[in-house]
């Protein structure tokens, strides 16, 4: 296969590091860059020189396009390790479920070991499976080289080959330019405690279930993506199920996917859903990393997150291009853009820890703590706000956002809002939008701008 110029330059740089002295590059690559067809034709450049290669994924969708593209690639056998598939240990190239291998004595003696999403990397499944050939060369490849807990990577790896941006892929034509809607009725997380890095799945599937929010769930589909292909990324397998079940009950042909879902189901899921015979498509944790469906043409994001990289994995499944799409539609329940950023926003990543980004610094109005389990009683109508890049301060955005929560659930009149928004001093554009969602004309935007910068003068 064809590779594009960035990818060229990519795997000229990785052997370059090899050449040295480095060990074990990190190949860092936006969603949708082409990862896989990237570290094939690395394992290839290995195998013309009578090398063995070993592939490392977690998950099983993972594994068969691996292999795929492997065989693809470098047109020999590849062998499948994992439960359930028939062994072939001579083929030189081997793909492996790294739950699996731990229990499996392999008969190759890989030159280069590949670590498919190797932000996991740095878990004791990875790192035993890495003891066991200590002499392999390595390769880690991924769109968000970050742990969930902001460590870094470095204990792996040993040099970072950063790609292309997002936004740079975007307007080359090799992503989907995306349009992000963020509902005014988020997902309160004001009580949801932390663990491992995250928001507790338990206490976060509580505040996700309030029927405030999936009340406001179909609307905001119907209204801003209707008919669109959509991935829906809940919290848990409740949540999930209740998602599917709303849509459903709507005349949406609706599918729930999670890890214990049959793996004959899952496969006819996905195959259905890429084939349009599915609509909307929910899950927890199965489609977040790797997977590649180009069909997606909506997220509807209804997890919040504190990991910036399970935020732009999710985000990226929409991103990748296809025939008629003019562009990916995000729809976010949650403060998930507010706490990482646009998905274009430029990232400088380090195997050091956590990414840096260049937004500033976002406050925002506690209100309100986590709220029980309550049943739908109606569906509501949803109000989004389209967040164009560039166009408007995110941090004043997230607190308009605020502002409409807390009048809704007090019951304030609409120009109690403009009153307290008014006292932020917002830009022109910020008051626009605010005009729009009040009902007021341009005008009014216009004139209370002029005011300010009026008062300002003075």
Known sequence: MKLRDYQIKLVQQCFQAWRNGYKSPLLQLPTGGGKTLLASTIANEFIRSDCQVLALVHREELLLQAAAKLHEVCGVEVGLVKAGYAETPLAPVQVASVQSLGRRQLAINPKLIWTDECHHATSQTYLSAYERWPDAYHLGVTATPQRLDGKGLDRVFD????????????DDGYLSEYKL????NQ??????????????????????????????????????????????FCVNVEHSQAICAIYQQQGIVAAHLDGTTPTQERRATLQAFANGEITVLTNCGIISEGLDIPGIEAVQ??????????YLQQIGRALRTASGKDY???????????????????RQWSLDGAVKRQAR???????????????????????????????????LIARLQD???IQK?????????????????PGLEELKLLARHLGYSPGWAWHKWQELQQAQAS
């Open 159 to 170: 040099v970072l080959i950063p790609g292309p941006s997002v936004r740079s892929l975007i």
């Open 328 to 346: 990916a539609i995000i729809l976010d329940h949650t403060k998930n853009w507010i706490t990482h950023g646009l998905p274009d926003e430029e």
């Open 409 to 425: 659930s007090r019951g304030y009149k609409a120009a109690w809002v403009a009153y307290k928004f008014l006292e932020m001093n």
């Open 187 to 232: 997902i309160d997380t004001s009580g949801v405690r932390s663990k491992g890095g995250d928001f507790q799945l338990g206490q976060l599937s509580r505040a996700a279930m309030s029927a405030d929010i999936l009340g406001e769930i179909y609307s905001a589909w119907s209204d801003y993506a209707p008919g669109k292909r959509t991935v829906c």
């Open 181 to 184: 809607f963020a509902a005014h």
């Open 301 to 310: 994001i209804l997890r919040p997150t504190k990991s910036v990289s399970l």
């Open 361 to 395: 610094k976002l406050e925002r109005i506690a209100s309100g703590e986590v709220r029980e389990v309550r049943e739908i009683v109606h569906h509501r109508e949803a109000t989004l706000t389209e967040i164009k890049r560039g166009a408007v301060n995110p941090s």
């Open 403 to 405: 502002l409409f929560a």
